[in-house]
């Protein structure tokens, strides 16, 4: 059912912005798992991809970029904000591996909008076969058993997120973001029409002033 795996696929970017809770090595070890499960799935169809790129530049875009700006004159972040940073490092990566994966270029992803899916529902040619999905070792368990005490190690996951949004940066990255946030005002107000204007009128002629005709006088035999 197409609405029950777009239900899914949004459940579950969802679990990358989610607080870490208590143990956030083993939180941030599941999501590499997630994202690896993610980047491997055979989608046949574009929407399902393209919601994909589309969520996970949504999260990065917003989230993302605001948790990076809010820990970077901060130093070394904690456990718990060192986890998140490599959360949605994951999902940039994810981004950037479906979008290579499935053939999806820039215009396409920014073009794309979830509410008139149905259009973009068209079958995928073949993924390519030359893409392989890496998370790198900041992921694996041996980088991630010791989070807590590691500051190296929880500072590097703060710089893998800055180097992941700059990647994305000016693709469709940004525009998913102003997006997002344009917020709707109703209509817009009508445009007035313009004053017509129209040619000069010309004075109407001046009217003949008639002077009175003078009287008439008697002659000298007294006649008029």
């Known amino acids: 059912d197409r609405a ?7 459940r579950t970017v969802a679990k990358f912005q989610a ?8 939180w941030l070890a599941g999501l590499a798992a997630t994202a690896a499960a993610l980047a491997s799935l055979p989608f046949r169809t574009s929407d399902e991809p393209l919601l994909l790129v589309h969520r996970a530049a949504r999260a990065c875009a917003l989230d993302g970029e605001a ?10 972040p904690g456990a718990a904000d060192a986890a998140r940073c490599g959360a949605f490092a994951l999902l940039c990566r994810l981004r950037a591996h479906v979008k290579r994966k499935y053939r999806l ?6 073009a794309y909008d ?4 149905a259009s973009s529902d068209k079958p995928l040619g073949a993924p390519r076969d030359d893409v392989a999905w890496t998370a790198g070792s900041l992921y694996g368990s041996a980088a991630l ?4 005490a590691d500051a190296a190690a929880r500072s590097s996951l703060l710089e893998d997120l800055a180097a992941r ?3 994305d940066a000016g693709d469709d990255l940004g525009t998913v973001a102003a997006a997002s946030t344009t917020k709707k005002r109703g209509r817009p107000p009508k445009a007035k029409p313009a004053a017509v204007t129209h040619p000069a009128m010309a004075p109407p002629p001046a009217r ?5 005709k003078p009287a008439k006088r008697p002659n000298a035999q007294g006649e008029y």
Do not use: I
């Not at 607080?19 to 083993?26: E, K, L, M, N, W």
């Not at 270029?105 to 920014?110: F, M, P």
């Open 4 to 10: 029950a795996r777009r239900a899914v696929l949004e």
């Open 208 to 212: 003949k002033r008639r002077g009175r």
């Open 105 to 110: 270029g820039d215009a396409r992803c920014a």
């Open 145 to 148: 058993a010791f989070l807590d």
């Open 114 to 117: 979830p509410a008139a899916a």
């Open 19 to 26: 607080p870490p809770g208590r143990d956030p090595a083993g």
């Open 67 to 76: 948790l990076h700006e809010s820990l970077a004159e901060k130093g070394v």
């Open 165 to 167: 949004l700059s990647d």
